[in-house]
């Protein structure tokens, strides 16, 4: 999802760089193809399960991507079935990991205050999502239209109903405990997502429902004002860790692309529906932001994802003597153990836990 949404958030000024935009989705097809194969050798950690959330979301941006450049390749018509096919499936995810995800946190995993983060965000934000990537459907939708509309207005109260108590329990969480670890500093930006994206679904919806323009505008100009103080303080926390011992890289360094891509695309809704320049420079000054993210943490993953993909070749079952012939890389007990991406990053979180 931090893939697609440097290709989703492009700025109408920069429609230039449309053909660059539309190869970078599909690179994130390509990575949703893999994830989908992959998947199933994953193991589930209790700790990660906020990050259940990434995938319905990055189903979304990918099927979004294939609305706005799909059709050049594809036509019209096949671009939005997919569209429709990923919405519904990224939908019915997200609904899934809002319900279950909270649930289980609540009943089996019991995180104490001390333990609060931007992650606990990631399981709630997908239907918010949804609600956007639904208002790009809506004109495609013929006489399910007016129903979709009223679906992705419900999927936006939802999520909004759901991001409030924890936005609140991680700034007491910060009053009392302080930022955190170093790993998990980054993703106090997590917080930028619900806000930057319901303000980009409540004005694109309302070019499906004019009559609501106005609510778009009264709440999408304060909330997305709230999100630039909200970048400030977290800009301030990250500084401090950085002078004080230093950013370790860590996964949690994807929170400043996605989060700050909803920000782009709020600004740019804002635009147009103001008509306003100042958003629009806004815009292009946040998707400079994101640009530059992007590479710099997409430099950073590939040498820790390179082994992991190879490691894949060994699959879960395979005894030691299959995994110690000559034909594979070499005796199972020389090899490190397959480990996921996500149980590393959680695994940095508790070194750094340990060590404050």
């Known amino acids: 999802m931090g893939t697609g949404i440097l290709a989703t958030a492009l700025p109408p000024d920069l429609d230039a760089l449309r053909p660059l935009a539309a190869a970078v989705w599909l690179l994130a097809g390509l990575m949703l193809v893999a994830l989908a194969f992959t998947w199933r050798h994953r193991r589930f950690d209790p700790e990660i399960a ?70 606990w965000l990631m399981p709630v934000v997908p239907p918010m999502v949804a609600a956007t990537s639904g208002a790009y459907l809506v004109p ?8 979709l509309l009223v679906a992705c207005y419900a999927l936006f109260g939802l999520s909004l109903l759901a991001v409030v108590p924890i936005v609140v329990v991680l ?19 997590i917080v930028l997502g619900p806000l930057g994206q319901s303000v980009t679904a409540v004005n694109q919806l309302a070019r499906s429902a004019p009559e609501l323009a106005g609510f778009g505008l009264w709440y999408g100009v304060p909330v997305w004002t709230a999100a630039m103080a909200w970048l400030l303080v977290a800009a301030f926390f990250l500084l401090r860790t950085v002078r004080r011992g230093g950013l370790p890289y860590a996964l949690t360094w994807w ?54 993909v190879r490691e894949l070749a060994i699959r879960p079952g395979r005894s030691p003597d299959h995994a110690g012939s000559p034909g594979a890389a070499g005796p199972s007990r020389d090899r490190v153990p397959a480990r996921e991406v996500l149980v590393l990053a959680v695994a940095w979180d508790r070194r750094e836990r340990q060590a404050a």
């Open 50 to 119: 906020p990050f259940l959330g990434a995938p319905p979301m990055a189903l979304l941006t990918v099927g979004t991507g294939t609305l706005l450049y799909g059709q050049d390749l594809i036509g019209l018509r096949a671009a939005v079935a997919v569209d429709a096919a990923l919405w519904l499936a990224g939908t019915l995810l997200g609904l899934a990991s809002l319900i279950g995800v909270p649930w289980f946190m609540l009943t089996r995993h019991r995180p104490g205050l001390h333990e609060a983060s931007g992650l």
């Open 140 to 147: 495609h939708a013929g006489s399910l239209g007016r129903a």
């Open 171 to 189: 700034v007491r969480r910060i009053r009392v405990h302080g930022p955190g670890a170093a790993s998990t500093v980054p993703t106090l930006v």
């Open 255 to 308: 929170s400043f692309t996605f989060p700050v891509g909803t920000c782009v695309t709020g600004a740019s809704a804002l635009a147009v529906q103001l008509g306003s320049e100042l958003f629009g420079w806004a815009a292009l000054g946040l998707y400079g932001l994101l640009a530059g993210a992007w590479v710099t943490v997409a430099l950073r993953t590939v040498p820790l994802v390179a082994p992991q």
